[in-house]
């Protein structure tokens, strides 16, 4: 089960356990069948909302050899009885599920050869038990394939685990996720398509990949109380950018401030255009003459050079947590023990190529395992840029944000995201919520920027981004309303 406000991810092992269990207790075959029926209902309703009817429309099965194969056969058993001609292409007829191809012929479904041009493809090829892509029979099925895929429980040649993808590999218009939601749902989301869940009675552990739900984010988002005042709803210190690199000045502390933080208080050379944007941050030369902050963030745009790594060494010397990002993570890169033995809360947040000078190898194609290794070993909370942003903290479950696209991937909004964590820390949130939180608002700023009418869809810069935070963070708080 997942904690309140969570979505958790099981991996294969985990389903696995859970489905043994759930064979002691319930007669033989029924969770297939539960399974196969909710597979039909999507597929149903997928007609209707694409050809207008379902009673004459076409559906052509993919069936495997394994159980996947099997829940395509009983749901097209099913859905002959609602009139859908139903056609299977057994790719190994020799070992095709007995059961789920009896039901099918007894419903008058027909076995196949060539998808032909049914309305749907229903993807039951491999199952959670299936790794590596797609063997060249399969590929060359799917790849004939000219329909909507809607591929049961998680698109074929596509690991459950890890989300890799390293050759053909279904790409689903939907996924019926059984039972549970695995990782490849959140790691590998451009290739399922819209997730459906179907229930099927399993009893799960407390995961250990989690997504925060929108709904909890907007309803634990720091609000001012009657009694606070500039001071007590977090006072965020940014030291980024420069007189070379003001931009990032302004971007990162454009992030703290519209991420709600009572006061921001900025230091270093890129005052001038800090305070052309926005005058009431609070600008000092150095970090000493900054005054009382309750965080800090530095990196974007501060440098690599001699001073840049005396003021991180200053700010990490404190007590306060801090987010380092950008040019801080390349001196940290350098020198590690800049963060050795800190106590308070540090989050670093690397994108893929920060990350493996930090550790020496790429984040490879578990993600989630790399990730939570770097935060093991640091002892420090990490977020790990991409579409699917993984954020680690020793001892607790990794969580993920799928972005739902890739318009934030432009330059400067890591600089606006590092803001926004800084400001959520200073409000007093815990570093693995600040971190997912603020990604998620990230996100969601991003999509709303890229579809704004005055925009029209098009790809953003972080400017737009920044100004729909605000917009951001009101719809999640309207959710939780």
């Not at 399922?192 to 250990?208: A, T």
């Not at 720091?222 to 070379?244: F, I, L, M, N, W």
């Not at 990002?325 to 190529?353: E, M, Y």
Request: contains cysteine.
């Amino acid at each position: 089960m997942s904690a309140p406000g969570r979505r958790g991810y099981f991996t294969a092992a985990e389903i696995r356990a859970a489905e043994a269990e759930l064979f002691e207790r319930v007669p033989a075959g029924m969770p297939m069948r539960r399974a196969a029926f909710g597979l039909a209902e999507v597929v149903v309703r997928e007609l209707r909302e694409r050809t207008g009817g379902v009673a004459g429309r076409s559906v052509t099965l993919l069936a495997g050899s394994g159980d996947n194969g099997g829940d395509a056969l009983w749901a097209g058993s099913f859905l002959r009885r609602r009139g859908v001609a139903v056609e299977a292409i057994l790719l190994a007829p020799e070992r095709a599920h007995a059961a789920g191809l009896a039901a099918l012929r007894r419903a008058g479904g027909r076995i196949s050869d060539c998808p032909g041009a049914p309305d749907l493809v229903v993807d039951g090829i491999v199952g959670i038990s299936g790794r590596g892509s797609l063997r060249p029979d399969a590929a060359k099925l799917v790849a004939a394939v000219r329909a909507p895929i809607i591929a049961a429980d998680l698109p074929s040649g596509v690991d459950p685990d890890t989300g890799a993808i390293d050759g053909p590999a279904v790409r689903a218009a939907v996924t019926v996720a059984f039972g549970a939601y695995k990782p490849v749902h959140a790691l590998a989301a451009p290739h399922c398509g819209r997730i459906d869940l179907v229930p099927i009675g399993l009893r799960l552990p407390e995961p250990n990949l989690a997504a925060l739900e929108p709904m909890s984010i907007g309803a634990d988002w720091p609000v001012p109380a009657a009694s606070d005042d500039k001071y007590t709803q977090g006072v965020t210190g940014v030291c980024a950018g420069s007189a070379t690199y003001p931009g990032a000045a302004v971007l990162c502390t454009g992030g703290a401030i519209a991420a709600t933080s009572g006061m921001v208080r900025y230091a270093g050379t890129g005052a001038e255009s800090v305070l052309a944007h926005f005058p009431e941050v609070i600008a000092a030369p150095t970090v000493s003459a900054t005054g009382r902050v309750q965080s800090w963030v530095f990196g974007p745009g501060a440098g690599t050079d001699a001073a840049a790594r005396e003021r991180l060494a200053e700010i990490l010397a404190t007590d306060l947590p801090v987010v380092v990002d950008a040019d801080g993570l390349t001196l940290l890169a350098a020198d590690p023990a800049l963060i050795g033995g800190r106590s308070a809360p540090t989050v670093l947040t690397p994108h893929a190529g920060e990350f493996a000078r930090l550790t020496g190898v790429e984040p490879g194609p578990d993600r989630v395992s790399a990730v939570r290794e770097l935060a093991e070993s640091r002892g420090v909370t990490v977020l790990l840029k991409g579409r699917a942003t993984l954020v680690a903290t020793p001892g607790q479950p990794v969580l993920v944000n799928e972005a739902g696209g890739s318009w934030a991937a432009t330059a400067g909004s890591g600089d606006i995201l590092s803001g926004v964590i800084a400001a959520l820390l200073a409000a007093g949130r815990e570093p693995a919520w600040a971190a997912a939180a603020g990604a998620r608002v990230h996100a969601l700023a991003a999509n709303l920027a890229a579809h704004d009418t005055s925009v029209a869809g098009a790809p953003i810069s972080a400017s737009p981004l920044l100004a729909h935070l605000r917009r951001s963070i009101a719809t999640l708080r309207e959710l939780a309303a």
